[in-house]
Structures are given as C-alpha cells and as structure tokens.
C-alpha cells in the first residue's frame, strides 16, 4: 500500500505539537530567593513546613511600592514563591552568607 503526500499531513501536525510542548516545557529561569539575613526567617519557615501562602505575606513588606519596589514587567501577583524558589536545605546551592 502506498502512503500518498496528504496522509503525512497528520503525522506531520502531531510531531510538530510535541515539539511545540517539548520547547516551551523548560526550566523556569526565575530567579532564586537570595539566602542572605532579610530572607533568613522565609527560608527558615519555609523549610521548617510553614505555608507558602502564609510566608508570601511578607515578601510585601520588603517589596512593596515605597522601600524596593518590583520591576515594571514583574507580574502583579502575590505568589512569590510558586516562581521565585528558595535554596534546598541541604547546603546545595548557594552557600548561606
């Protein structure tokens, strides 16, 4: 049986769907919370099992409008931690200061 050009068609769509999901699917490159003294509470309550949300309420008092502002292209969302991550507990990554 021969496989005219047509029948290509759907098999041609489909690898280029997957590509598609495969290209946008990479690391978000977010920048990391700095493990410095200001964020010290955050990384200790986060790793101790505290509540994301519940620390994120803190973030706004650093980054708020007055004292350091966020960028003009930063989201307007108060979910810092669902993009921005912290350094695992374990000692990789950056070393605490």
């Known amino acids: 049986m021969k496989i005219a050009k047509k029948d290509w068609i759907v098999p041609a769509v489909i690898v280029a769907l997957l590509g598609a999901l495969f290209a946008g699917s990479g690391r978000i490159k977010a920048k990391y919370v700095p493990d ?3 964020h010290g509470l955050f990384y200790g309550a986060m ?20 004292s350091r502002p966020l960028p003009k292209a930063h989201p307007p969302k108060e979910q810092c931690l669902l993009c921005h991550k912290l350094f695992p507990a374990n000692g990789q ?3 605490r200061q």
């Open 36 to 38: 410095d003294e200001r």
């Open 93 to 95: 990554g950056q070393p």
């Open 47 to 66: 790793h101790t099992g505290g509540d994301r949300m519940e620390v994120e309420k803190g973030c706004a008092t650093c980054h708020g409008i007055q």
